[in-house]
Nanobody, 124 residues
Framework: QVQLVESGGGRVQAGDSLRLSCAAS????????MGWFRQAPGKERELVAS????????SYADSVKGRFTISRDNAKNTVDLQMNSLEGEDTAVYYC?????????????????WGQGTQVTVSS
């Protein structure tokens, strides 16, 4: 059973950067598709970015393309999300997710393991 713990959230100003990190334990994530999702109050959980087990393929929500970058270090069992040029609309709880699969997964319902989330608040 994989456990995921997110860190790095906080309150920042519009235009600032944050780096979120997801640390996995209970097993290696080297064969897992990983994803970052977010959920704002009153809204559904949505994909931010996902990454293939090898790191060789990624997918991003249109709203974050060019501003956010997902990366992984399978040796360290971590997945990061670098967020630049943050906007008020990025305010949400950010979740890390994992699924044991060789495919790239972009749908929340397909992920098996979830972290507790970390709050990101961007002030305009």
């Amino acid at each position: 059973q994989v456990q995921l713990v997110e860190s790095g959230g906080g309150r920042v100003q519009a235009g600032d950067s944050l780096r979120l990190s997801c640390a996995a334990s209970g097993g290696t994530i080297s064969r897992y598709a990983m994803g970052w999702f977010r959920q704002a109050p009153g809204k559904e959980r949505e994909l931010v970015a996902s990454i293939l087990w090898s790191g060789g393929l990624t997918s991003y929500a249109d709203s974050v393309k060019g501003r956010f970058t997902i990366s992984r270090d399978n040796a360290k069992n971590t997945v990061d999300l670098q967020m630049n040029s943050l906007e008020g609309e990025d305010t949400a709880v950010y979740y890390c997710a994992a699924k044991l699969t060789p495919r790239l997964i972009t749908t929340p319902s397909e992920y098996h393991y979830w972290g507790q989330g970390t709050q990101v608040t961007v002030s305009s």
